[in-house]
């Protein structure tokens, strides 16, 4: 059984908080991990985009950025870029975002890299022989580090229900070419009574197939899936219909994880669970959080770490929501256990962990 520890936020002592607990818990949930001097250590990170303030916050990774550095390796904050059309679609406005939203030195102690290049298009094949790919196409930046720690802020995503470890893995480690690999077989589609015709779907999309006049029109041969109009849509007037879609996006997500992962050295992963908002952190704006912030947690198996982080969040009441219910489903009326039981089936973790709270 995984071992997953966990924090909350509360303490009443100068040298019991946040940050020391942070770095508690890369203690005990890595004990037994150790690093070379020459080890470089990509913690994969979300840097934000332009407009919205749920992002992880860098003061609450600095922590993490220094217990590597004790361990004896060199951490380096990474991404890769956006497949839509947003302020981190290139390396140049992603760099240039990521220091807007305050991920800079002195506040965290590691350079940023965007992992896969300029235009996105830097990556190595990794050979995974997975039920939707037998090879996946990773950052650079990714394949050549070492290790690869998942820093995640975990929330809801209307295609996966939810953002947690493994979905920070698998799509952020993915080249552009692997993130239209993994979107393929999504086909949004417009509510025409709902849709107010504000365009705004059109802005973010990176192949101009949307139209907009009366209302959006969406031109299936042209869209390749990434699911940005719908998140980016101020009324919920873009949907994805199919399930099975969204069931084989969660899968193919978790398969890139696996690739990403493929020959690194064992790591901590931590989940940030608080601003839990609805939606991630790629539209440009916040919708107010599903549940109160609830803790850290962290662990060297991603499986496990998400399935607590879920279960917490399920477990937690929320202003529209009793305890026990499942949120992201009830948002976005999607299964995101989809993600968690093909992660389990291609050996990446197990669901059944411990989970220990060393705020007690």
């Given at each position: 059984?995984?071992?997953?520890?966990?924090?909350?936020?509360?303490?009443?002592?100068?040298?019991?908080?946040?940050?020391?607990?942070?770095q508690k818990l890369f203690?005990?949930?890595?004990?037994?991990?150790?690093?070379?001097?020459?080890?470089?250590?990509?913690?994969?990170?979300?840097?934000?985009?332009?407009?919205?303030?749920?992002?992880?916050?860098?003061?609450?990774?600095?922590?993490?950025?220094?217990?590597?550095?004790?361990?004896?390796?060199?951490?380096?904050?990474?991404?890769?870029?956006?497949?839509?059309?947003?302020?981190?679609?290139?390396?140049?406005?992603?760099?240039?975002?990521?220091?807007?939203?305050?991920?800079?030195?002195?506040?965290?102690?590691?350079?940023?890299?965007?992992?896969?290049?300029?235009?996105?298009?830097?990556?190595?094949?990794?050979?995974?022989?997975?039920?939707?790919?037998?090879?996946?196409?990773?950052?650079?930046?990714?394949?050549?580090?070492?290790?690869?720690?998942?820093?995640?802020?975990?929330?809801?995503?209307?295609?996966t229900g939810f953002g947690?470890?493994?979905?920070?893995?698998?799509?952020?480690?993915?080249?552009?070419?692997?993130?239209?690999?993994?979107?393929?077989?999504?086909?949004?589609?417009?509510?025409?009574?709902?849709?107010?015709?504000?365009?705004?779907?059109?802005?973010?999309?990176?192949?101009?197939?949307?139209?907009?006049?009366?209302?959006?029109?969406?031109?299936?041969?042209?869209?390749?899936?990434?699911?940005?109009?719908?998140?980016?849509?101020?009324?919920?007037?873009?949907?994805?219909?199919?399930?099975?879609?969204?069931?084989?996006?969660?899968?193919?997500?978790?398969?890139?994880?696996?690739?990403?992962?493929?020959?690194?050295?064992?790591?901590?992963?931590?989940?940030?669970?608080m601003d839990v908002t609805?939606?991630?952190?790629?539209?440009?704006?916040?919708?107010?959080?599903?549940?109160?912030?609830?803790?850290?947690?962290?662990?060297?198996?991603?499986?496990?770490?998400?399935?607590?982080?879920?279960?917490?969040?399920?477990?937690?009441?929320?202003?529209?929501?009793?305890?026990?219910?499942?949120?992201?489903?009830?948002?976005?009326?999607?299964?995101?256990?989809?993600?968690?039981?093909?992660?389990?089936?291609?050996?990446?973790?197990?669901?059944?962990?411990?989970?220990?709270?060393?705020?007690?």
């Amino acid at each position: 059984m995984s071992k997953v520890y966990f924090t909350d936020l509360t303490s009443e002592k100068k040298d019991d908080n946040l940050f020391s607990r942070i770095q508690k818990l890369f203690k005990k949930a890595g004990e037994d991990i150790e690093f070379n001097k020459e080890d470089l250590v990509a913690l994969k990170i979300h840097f934000g985009e332009k407009g919205i303030d749920t992002f992880l916050r860098p003061v609450r990774v600095a922590p993490i950025v220094e217990a590597v550095k004790e361990a004896g390796a060199k951490p380096f904050l990474a991404d890769s870029n956006t497949l839509y059309s947003g302020s981190r679609s290139n390396a140049v406005d992603h760099h240039r975002t990521a220091q807007e939203n305050g991920w800079l030195r002195p506040v965290v102690d590691a350079p940023v890299i965007i992992a896969d290049g300029l235009h996105g298009n830097e990556f190595y094949t990794v050979e995974i022989g997975g039920d939707h790919f037998d090879e996946v196409k990773i950052g650079a930046g990714f394949f050549q580090a070492n290790a690869i720690m998942a820093i995640s802020h975990f929330k809801g995503h209307g295609m996966t229900g939810f953002g947690g470890a493994l979905k920070n893995l698998g799509m952020g480690c993915a080249s552009r070419a692997g993130k239209l690999m993994q979107h393929y077989d999504v086909e949004p589609e417009v509510d025409t009574e709902n849709c107010i015709g504000c365009g705004e779907c059109a802005v973010w999309c990176p192949e101009d197939a949307i139209e907009v006049e009366q209302y959006a029109n969406i031109d299936h041969e042209t869209c390749i899936g990434c699911g940005e109009c719908r998140i980016v849509c101020p009324e919920g007037a873009i949907q994805v219909k199919d399930s099975s879609s969204n069931k084989v996006l969660q899968e193919k997500t978790a398969e890139y994880a696996l690739g990403a992962l493929t020959d690194k050295k064992e790591v901590v992963h931590f989940n940030f669970i608080m601003d839990v908002t609805p939606e991630c952190d790629c539209p440009p704006w916040r919708k107010a959080p599903l549940v109160p912030d609830i803790g850290v947690a962290a662990s060297k198996d991603p499986v496990a770490l998400d399935q607590a982080s879920f279960d917490l969040v399920k477990k937690e009441s929320g202003k529209n929501y009793k305890r026990g219910i499942d949120k992201f489903g009830t948002v976005h009326d999607v299964d995101s256990t989809w993600q968690l039981q093909h992660a389990e089936k291609i050996g990446l973790g197990e669901r059944d962990h411990e989970l220990i709270n060393i705020s007690k």
